[in-house]
């Protein structure tokens, strides 16, 4: 047989392979936006705005991936001299990703007000955009001080309802707990873009095809398994950690010479979004926990663009979510910055880690 036609078959192999699995996963039957719209109809009152504020997130997603994966070729990459309200040194792509958020996101109608990491205040809707019902809080750029090694990087976004809908929104109406949260998000900038979902009935997981510009569901219902032998914390922070964690981590690392009576494995990458998508794909426990280090700080991530969606997520694929001392989505947040403790992950793991904090 020709070259020629030994590669014909070849080809035709893949396309039908391909086909089987495309039928086998559903894969491409379904695409995000008809995705969304099947999961609109789970949500009491929502009449299409909520799929149009989705779409309008996933475009400000597809721009910052672009971005991201440009890099260098475009000139993003490296610091800039200002400070976010946290006093952190911005990143140029902190600052270009949440300009991103806020364009794609303010004109259509579907928002009263916006809060991010990198803005001191709620964002208000600039006139004559129409005001809308819900209210959308974000980390446009999660673990941006990974961006210029080439190591992933994400978005992590939560939708709430406006307490007055079509009123600018004021800094108190986003105080609410992480139960009332409609949907909760994150995208992954790495090896391929993907975009995690759940609006309160499972999670599902996306992969963006660069080819035709769609997410398309390819992990559905993800499930964190309760069992793990891998945790992820910054153990340059040991001697700031209290006691449960100290315990927990000792027992960790003895191993199978240990209490525990098993090796572990150790992760951390320093981007959340990573370290929870890698829980979520084969299990885990992720600790920023409480610490001593600055007494003014309760701890290093914040509670609304990061610990809320990040839990909702986790919880609704079956794990636990705590501060070591309370459940995360119930905290009444009473700052858009405000910190917390987070221990989340596999939930046998985590029951351990509360566990030691009730002692
Ligand atoms: P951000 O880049 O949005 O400021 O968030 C970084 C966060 C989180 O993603 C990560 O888990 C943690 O900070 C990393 O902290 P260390 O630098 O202490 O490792
Ligand atoms: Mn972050
Ligand atoms: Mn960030």
């Known amino acids: 047989m020709s070259a020629f036609f030994s590669n014909a078959r070849h080809a035709q192999t893949s396309i039908i392979s391909v086909f089987n699995f495309s039928r086998k996963t559903d894969a491409y039957r379904h695409y995000h936006p008809q995705f969304i719209i099947e999961e609109q109809r789970h949500i009491a009152g929502a009449s299409g705005d909520f799929t149009a504020l989705l779409n309008d997130i996933v475009t400000a997603i597809k721009t910052i991936s672009n971005a991201v994966n440009k890099g260098a070729l475009i000139g993003v990459m490296g610091a800039l001299d200002t400070e976010n309200v946290q006093g952190e040194t911005q990143k140029k792509l902190d600052v270009i990703t949440n300009e991103i958020m806020i364009r794609h996101n303010e004109w259509a109608g579907h928002l009263s007000g916006m809060a991010s990491e990198e803005m001191d205040d709620v964002y208000s809707i600039p006139s004559p955009n129409p005001l809308g019902k819900y209210l959308l809080v974000f980390d446009p750029l999660d673990g941006s001080s990974n961006v210029d090694l080439n190591i992933s990087v994400g978005t992590i976004f939560s939708i709430l309802r406006s307490p007055v809908p079509s009123r600018a929104a004021s800094k108190e109406d986003f105080f609410q707990p992480g139960t009332k949260q409609v949907c909760a998000g994150y995208a ?119 610990a809320n969606p990040m839990s909702f997520i986790v919880e609704q694929a079956g794990g636990l979510s705590t501060t070591g001392y309370e459940r995360i989505l119930d905290i009444v947040p009473q700052d858009l910055h405000q910190r917390v403790p987070v221990i989340l992950g596999s939930k046998n793991e985590v029951e351990v880690v509360l566990g030691y904090h009730k002692k």
């Open 188 to 306: 992954l900038y790495g090896s391929s873009t993907m975009l995690v979902l759940t609006t309160g009935h499972g999670v599902n997981g996306f992969t963006l095809d660069r080819d035709i510009g769609e997410f398309v569901l390819t992990h559905p219902n993800m499930k964190i398994p309760v069992d793990t032998r891998e945790f992820a914390i910054n153990a340059s922070n040991q001697r700031f950690w209290e006691p449960p964690v100290q315990r927990y981590v000792a027992e960790c690392q003895a191993g199978s010479t240990g209490p525990r009576g098993r090796d572990f494995n150790m992760r951390w990458v320093a981007s959340m979004v990573a370290e929870v998508h890698r829980i979520l794909t084969r299990g885990g426990i992720f600790m920023y926990p409480r610490d001593t280090k600055d007494l003014s700080k309760p701890g290093r991530l914040r509670l609304m663009y990061e």
